[in-house]
């Protein structure tokens, strides 16, 4: 059974920290999904990442696609309120079928405090 | 992107009773899934419904209990049936576009409360 362990699970800091979520597993994924979620709503895609080793970047956000692509980050800089929410991975593997599945991981509650 | 509804929000339904959620989309999609997230949680997989096919349910979920249907490739509706105030969650559609590889976009969700 694949599993996708992420940590923390939840997150309480001040405006202007730094942080960061991990996601680890021992399976090796196609790609790997990071989502946002607030209350009320369906999760948002933030980004994919595809490649051992890719960092992408959103405005104050930083992902990280492990070498072995078994594993991700993702670094927020100077906080803020906004930020606010439910950060999940996802990990999809390809499937003989031509399909995918995709396992998510138990989620990071974060709190940014003004 | 797309822009994803579902119909109701919420509901409160009482013990035994079934409730039906719709699933829309504003373009054609051929993968559509069903989730289930307890409040503040992480997502649980049900089914994937795609269009043309019978839906593939997920380990722990049966057609019996949470049938699916996929009439196009813009719609599909989720039923809970017999319900028991274990059902109790938040259900969300989702979507793959085509030519996106395994992106995900989700409808908002469907909150329900069984009493």
């Known amino acids: 059974t694949q599993l996708l362990e992420q940590s923390p699970q939840f997150l309480s800091i001040q405006e202007g920290e730094n942080l960061t979520v991990y996601c680890n597993s021992s399976s090796v994924f196609s790609s790997l999904q990071w989502y946002r979620q607030e209350p009320g709503e369906g999760p948002v895609l933030l980004v994919t990442v595809v490649t051992g080793g890719e960092v992408k970047k959103l405005k104050r956000l930083t992902f990280q696609f492990g070498d072995a692509r078994k594993d991700s980050s993702l670094h927020i800089t100077a906080a803020q309120p906004g930020d606010t929410g439910l950060y999940l991975c996802a990990g999809a593997t390809l499937l003989n079928t031509g399909g995918f599945k995709t396992i998510f991981g138990a989620g990071t509650r974060l709190f940014v405090k003004a | 992107s797309a822009v994803i509804s579902q119909k109701p929000s919420r509901d409160i339904c009482q013990r035994g009773t079934s409730l039906t959620i719709q699933c829309q989309v504003d373009?054609?999609?051929?993968?559509m899934f069903w989730y289930r997230q307890q409040p503040g949680q992480s997502l649980t997989l049900i089914a994937t419904?795609?269009?043309?096919?019978?839906?593939?349910?997920e380990s722990g979920f049966v057609i019996d209990k949470f049938p699916i249907s996929r009439p196009n490739l813009t719609f599909s509706t989720l039923t809970v049936s017999n319900m028991s105030p274990e059902d109790s969650s938040i259900y969300l559609c989702?979507?793959?576009?085509?030519?996106?590889?395994?992106?995900?976009?989700f409808g908002p969700g469907t909150r329900l409360t069984v009493t």
């Open positions: 989702s979507v793959v576009l085509p030519g996106q590889g395994d992106e995900q976009y």
């Open positions: 373009s054609q999609v051929t993968m």
């Open positions: 419904a795609n269009q043309g096919s019978e839906a593939t349910y």
